[in-house]
């Protein structure tokens, strides 16, 4: 999406406030011995109560596919993203976990399969965090993953390629001794989930597409403790390393400025 109105703006810098609180309170309740579940349920009620609708349940990547059943992603240690939260999937003490989320807001107010551009608009966001104490290796995967989201944003502004984003991103990584996942990346976003254009975490400096003033992106670094290949569960949502190594993920909703980018899903 491009911004072209002060109501637009507006709606996303509240949307990514309200959906910044939600996920404090989500990090607050990541504790040993809690459910995936239990995080879901809480996600989706702070939504509610923040005036707005889970941009991630019911979604579908595929007309015919099956939908998303919950309100957030819940990865755990070699789950890179879009982990279905269960309540089985209990949390350990030593464990990484990452909180993907997204709301539309405010909530629409049309009947259940309207065809028409829903009412609110979009922000996503996404953090992996140390359940207890975690090894220093771990430790050092979520802080790299997270430096490079922010290295990342800060090269954003008019004129800037998209492979110059993806570099920034990619060198950090790879630099530190991780690897980045190629096979996703992040997005477009603000009418719909996921929009073009498609933001990747690895690039050449000068390549891509030319970045504009008003875009409106989510940039999500992926990075692996090990190979960077990933494989897709038989549930057909949960991406994992192949190799079993843990994987961390970052995400904000940006839009580009005159001279940078804005934050709408700083907390």
């Known amino acids: 999406m491009t911004i072209s109105s002060d109501q637009e703006l507006h ?10 609180a939600i996920m404090a309170e989500l ?12 995080l879901d349920e809480l996600a989706e009620q702070l939504i509610i109560e923040a005036g707005g609708h889970s941009a991630f349940k019911g979604y579908r990547t595929k007309r015919d596919d099956p939908p998303f059943s919950a309100s ?9 993203v879009h982990a279905i939260p269960r ?10 976990v990452g909180l993907d989320i997204g709301m539309r807001w405010p909530a629409s107010q049309q009947p259940a399969g309207s065809r028409k551009l829903e009412a ?3 922000t996503d966001m996404a ?18 993953t997270h430096e490079a989201l922010v290295s990342g944003i800060r090269v ?3 004129g800037v390629r998209m492979g110059d984003l993806g570099h920034t991103i990619q060198r950090h990584i790879e630099e530190n001794g991780f690897s980045v996942v190629r096979e996703l990346v992040g997005h477009g976003v603000g009418q719909h989930l996921h929009e073009n254009p498609y933001v990747p975490n690895y690039g050449t400096p000068g390549d891509g597409l030319l970045l504009k003033r008003g875009m409106v992106l989510a940039i999500e670094p992926m990075a692996t403790a090990g190979s960077p290949l990933v494989r897709l569960d038989s549930d057909g949502w949960t991406w994992r390393t192949r190799d079993g ?12 400025t005159k001279t940078g980018a804005e934050i709408l899903t700083k907390f």
């Open 27 to 38: 990090i607050a309740a990541v504790r040993p011995g809690i459910s995936t579940l239990a």
């Open 120 to 122: 609110g608009l979009i």
């Open 245 to 256: 190594s843990l994987a961390a993920h970052f995400e904000h909703t940006v839009i580009v």
């Open 87 to 96: 309540p089985d999937r209990i949390l350990k003490q030593g464990d990484i």
């Open 11 to 20: 709606t996303l810098r509240e949307g990514g406030k309200r959906l910044a």
């Open 127 to 144: 953090v992996t965090v140390p359940v207890g104490r975690i090894s220093p290796p771990a430790e050092e995967l979520i802080q790299v």
């Open 156 to 158: 954003l502004r008019p």
């Open 72 to 80: 957030i992603c819940t990865s755990i240690n070699d789950e890179v």
